[in-house]
């Protein structure tokens, strides 16, 4: 892992964080978690097994010390690591294909889905939610879900473009 990598990487959870915290919560307490955008950002654009666990890891810490979520910090901090693997692998299995807006969109539905998931299924489990799981996920992960790909549909080909240009990853995947 470079120091470019690092600083870029750093940048992301950053823009990350300021949107999490600005943006307000929907449906008892819950917030869409844009901080997942930038994650998935970072991992396509420096995909590494050490920068998608370090990405991750930051990335569930800062998200759960922003959430407006009870007892949020806990879920947030299990849920960035699988989903952060989870889309790692599935990215990997595209890339051999083709990686194009489409299936980055494609991978931030998946990544969201399944964050919103562990994250609910996890705080279910350990305090509990504050309202059906159902009702949460309908109101909560599938407008973020939704939010998160046009993010991720502007987001990419400007942050794709940069990378290349700069030299800033050597293995940035042609898009």
Known sequence: MNTKSLVALSLLVGMGAVLHAVVPPILF??????????????????PEKKNVLLVSLVTGVISGLTTSFPGGLIPNIIDKPITAFVFFG????????????????????????????????????????????????????????????????????????????????QQVISG
């Open 90 to 169: 599935l990215f990997l299995a595209l890339k051999k294909l083709q990686t194009n807006i489409v299936s980055v969109g494609i991978l931030t539905v998946v990544g969201t889905v399944v964050s919103g998931i562990v994250f609910l299924g996890s705080a279910s489990l350990i305090f509990g939610l504050p309202g059906p799981f159902a009702a949460l996920f309908a109101g909560v992960v599938l407008p973020a879900t939704a939010v998160n790909t046009i993010a991720m549909v502007v987001l990419y080909p400007i942050a794709f473009t940069i990378v290349k240009r700069t030299k800033l990853n």
């Open 29 to 46: 307490g819950m917030k869409p978690d844009m901080m997942l955008t930038m994650m998935f950002l970072g991992i396509i654009l420096f």
